[in-house]
């Protein structure tokens, strides 16, 4: 009788304790996720803007296979009234047919490394792409060892390989941007870039997360110069010294403002 009781609580003991055991672990792998995951999302947010920025400029690259000529997309319209300042217009047509290629062509290289094809996409060591994946689900689809984005040395290139999984949202956005820098003495550098806009939805086991990827594309650079002025000061704040600058007069005409010669006196000869 003794030995059925203590069989008998043996056998209720054992899942409890196993049921324990499996709770423990549970919580355990919890707390991991838990403490890993931001430093794994920073790691698969970095990769994606890399892969990304990678394709766009590839789409680029494959358009201007040739540079344009500043003269095309800047156009001088000649010499205006601010200090010899030559005035100049931006060409809407030119800068609106390279915004429509742009965006078509970074649009189609991104949907064709969607659909697998490893030609638009760029080949890191430490990346291995799921072909098989992106060609059946959609999406850019890339293998990382733990160790590698968790960050931890010890690890390495060892463990577990996680999968990270990234597809473009809406459509890409290109706008045109403009920067001015001066330089010398009455100049400045006019530069026109097109700025490249992707949204991206980054999806890891148990989590996901929406980024943007940047990039930007110079078009044209032009130089504006003036005319230097006879006083110049860098300090803009100081009060500038009231001081005439005399221009050089013309010199006199001896033949017509000259004086007559005086007659000599008359000599007495008594």
Known sequence: MKKRKQLFRRSRLFPMVLVSLLGCVLLFFYYINAQLMPTFMRYAEVE???????????????RTSNVLDSNEVIESVGEGENQGLVDSKLNTEVITRIMAETQTLVQSHLEEAEKGNLDHLPKYEDIEYDEESMQRDGG????????????????GNLGPKIPIRFHVIGNVQVNMEQEIQEFGINNAAVKYSVRTTVNVQIIVPFDSMSATVEQKIPVAITLLKGNVPYIYSSDASSTQPAIEVPLPATPPNSSTNAPSPTAPPASDNN
């Open 48 to 62: 994606t803007n890399k892969i990304a920025s990678y394709v766009i400029s590839k789409a680029i690259t494959s």
């Open 140 to 155: 850019i689809v890339f293998y990382v060892p733990i160790g590698l984005a968790t960050g931890l040395p010890l690890l």
